[in-house]
């Protein structure tokens, strides 16, 4: 048995929009500084790519990417500071969720055990 926390950002109306998936993306676009190289890495279209990047820009309101096109001098992407600054933070908000989330588990843990190990001694006399 373990934990896996899945952390996602959502709208006004609940709806989620942003996950570590995009987070990945993105560190991907920085290490690329391409999204078609990121989006091949991953197993998702250009297209897809496109169309979640944008969406996200738009919910955060801000650009994370510059983009220059394609062509002969072969177009790119890198993050804006903006973009930079995005990753970092989310990073490190998954990071405090996932280690509070365990500190947690490790309590229901210790119950767990000894709820199973208290069964096990009953009747037992």
């Given at each position: 048995?373990d934990?896996?926390i899945?952390?996602?950002?959502t709208d006004?109306?609940?709806?989620?929009?942003?996950?570590i998936g995009l987070?990945?993306?993105?560190?991907?676009?920085?290490?690329r500084?391409?999204?078609?190289?990121?989006?091949?890495?991953?197993?998702?279209s250009?297209v897809?790519?496109?169309?979640?990047?944008n969406?996200?820009e738009k919910?955060?309101?801000?650009?994370?990417?510059?983009?220059?096109m394609?062509?002969?001098?072969?177009?790119?992407a890198v993050?804006?500071?903006?973009?930079?600054?995005?990753?970092a933070a989310?990073?490190?908000?998954?990071?405090?969720v996932?280690?509070?989330?365990?500190?947690?588990?490790?309590k229901l843990?210790t119950?767990?055990?000894?709820?199973?190990s208290?069964?096990g001694t009953?009747?037992?006399r």
């Open positions: 048995m934990l896996r899945r952390l996602s950002l006004d109306s609940g709806r989620p929009f942003m996950g987070i990945w993306l993105l560190q991907r676009i920085r290490d500084g391409s999204i078609h190289a990121a989006s091949r890495e991953m197993g998702m250009y897809k790519a496109l169309r979640i990047l969406r996200l919910k955060l309101g801000r650009p994370l990417l510059v983009r220059s394609g062509g002969s001098a072969r177009g790119g993050l804006t500071p903006f973009g930079v600054k995005f990753i989310f990073e490190r908000l998954h990071e405090r996932d280690r509070c989330a365990r500190r947690e588990y490790a843990g119950c767990i055990v000894k709820t199973r208290s069964k009953r009747g037992k």
